[in-house]
């Protein structure tokens, strides 16, 4: 990149301190679980590219989100804040564009800010010089683009086109003079989990292991967990999330999913119809043939949901080492802060759930990698209690930016940097939302080993000791031997509330 050696300019390449403003490559995906992540220990799959970046830079072990759905996680994420204050609370609300995000600070301080892909916060971005989004979740193929021009329909696979967008962007910026941020948000790997055409034939010549809770009968716990819909056994659609069609003409959920003009499948040319068809016209035929029922059918789901979910995740992984590799290429990686997460992560197959929204660890967990040469070390990993709004702090220093004071997270720079900070020891959790999958509004918090969760509109708890039931198959709330414990975290409960401004008016 050119260097300017005069003016406004030198300062928004290096800074009041004279020191150099590192370009930052913000990638983020959707739903994608730790437990498909190589770094992460992952037993289904590789992620090589991935892995390379907390290889060469930091991981994050106890990262986590404070509110598991798309829109609030988002809004956290940009503002640093929970969503009671940045007005976020599920993935109806709108998102005001008019409030504090650090993009806009980013973008005061001399950056040139981009954002391609996934926006999901029902208004035009803010703070960005350029913006190029899907409308709503958008599509796996053939997706709509908005930008200020208007909208557009690209040809091809979503994971594929945000990338070539990005890259494109990329270049553009080589000769600006100032540094870059750009958030490339994918759309994968979110729910209907359909792979790109080159990686449809992927994984499927062995099972994928199933997680050891996957017929979990929710004995031992509070009456939420067994009302809620999003089982693999009866909640997951066969036409919409397995792609057997035609659809049973019973189901009528299923059919209004996939008879939708503007479904994926819809979307799709003649050739790529042709191709995706003869995949799973052949393998669906097997399955109506044989009939199955019980543990035997929610075996075959789980393993056509769980293959088609790491063939996007596959597909997502390439799409990220095309970025690794254009940064590597153009001479930029030592000036270049490159970050990997996801907004949530996901239940692939644990407690039978397919979705998120719950505290539950593969819900609550968060990936996070980054990548910073001459700063953070390879191989780094911190292991301390993390989250969401810790995010755009974080950002904030890495470019040499005042974190404003109403900012709720706290930068976790000078962990990577190996520096001894006195750090957090718990953290609080609340999912407000009342409609999706009927998971029951809820708050928490946990530290390394406890949690304790308030299911406030049935005023149920639920608590769980990690190292003895890491699966959270057994709460210990009415267990006597706990009970100074419990007492403890909900006066930690009361006091993060009142730290973060919480109201007890849910």
Known sequence: MTKPVSGRGFLDYFGDNNKRRPNILFIMSDDHACQSIGAYGSKINKTPHIDRIANEGAILLKNTCANSICSPSRASILTGKHSHINGVKNNTDV???????????????????????????????????????????????????????????????N???????????????????????????????????????????LYEDNDIPQPPTLFDDYFGRQSPITKQKMTIAKDMLLGYDLQVKPVDSNDINDL?????????????????????????????????????????LINWKYQRFIKDYIKCVASLDENIGRLLNYVDQSGIAEETVIIYCSDQGLFLG????????????????????????????????????????????????????????????????????????????????????????????????????????????????????????????????????YMDKIIELKRELHSLKQYYRISNDK
């Open 350 to 481: 644990e407690h039978g759930f397919f979705d998120k929204r719950w505290m539950y660890e593969e819900s609550l967990s968060m990936p996070f990698v980054i990548r910073w040469p001459k700063t953070i070390k390879p191989k780094t990993t911190f292991s301390e209690l993390t989250q969401n709004i810790d995010i755009a702090p974080t950002l904030l220093e890495i470019a040499q930016v005042d974190i404003p004071n109403n900012i709720q997270g706290r930068s976790f720079l000078s962990n990577l940097q190996g520096k001894k900070v006195k750090w957090r020891k718990s953290l609080y959790y609340h999912y407000c939302d009342v409609q999706g999958h009927n998971v029951a509004p809820h708050e928490g918090v946990f530290t390394q080993r406890y949690k304790l969760i308030h299911f406030y509109k049935t005023r149920e708890w639920e608590f769980y000791d990690l190292n003895s039931d890491p699966y959270e198959m057994v709460s210990r709330y009415h267990d006597p031997y």
């Open 159 to 201: 994971t594929d086109i945000i990338t070539d967008f990005a890259l494109n962007w990329m270049r553009q910026q080589e000769k600006s003079g100032s540094p870059f941020m750009l958030m490339c948000n994918y759309k994968a790997v979110h729910r209907p989990w359909l792979p790109n055409l080159k990686h449809l034939h």
């Open 95 to 157: 998102f005001d564009g008019s409030q504090q995000t650090f993009p806009k600070l980013l973008q005061k301080a001399g950056y040139k800010t981009g954002i391609i892909g996934k926006w999901h916060l029902h208004s035009n971005p803010t703070g960005f010089d350029h913006w190029d989004i899907l409308p709503g979740q958008g599509h796996y193929y053939n997706p709509d683009f908005i930008n200020e021009k208007g909208k557009r329909r690209v040809q091809g696979y």
């Open 256 to 296: 209004r999913m996939c008879d939708k003009p503007d479904s994926d499948y819809n979307r799709m040319n003649q050739e790529q119809k042709r191709i995706w068809n003869s995949f799973y016209e052949l393998e669906n035929e097997k399955f109506k043939k044989a009939n199955l029922n019980g543990k035997e």
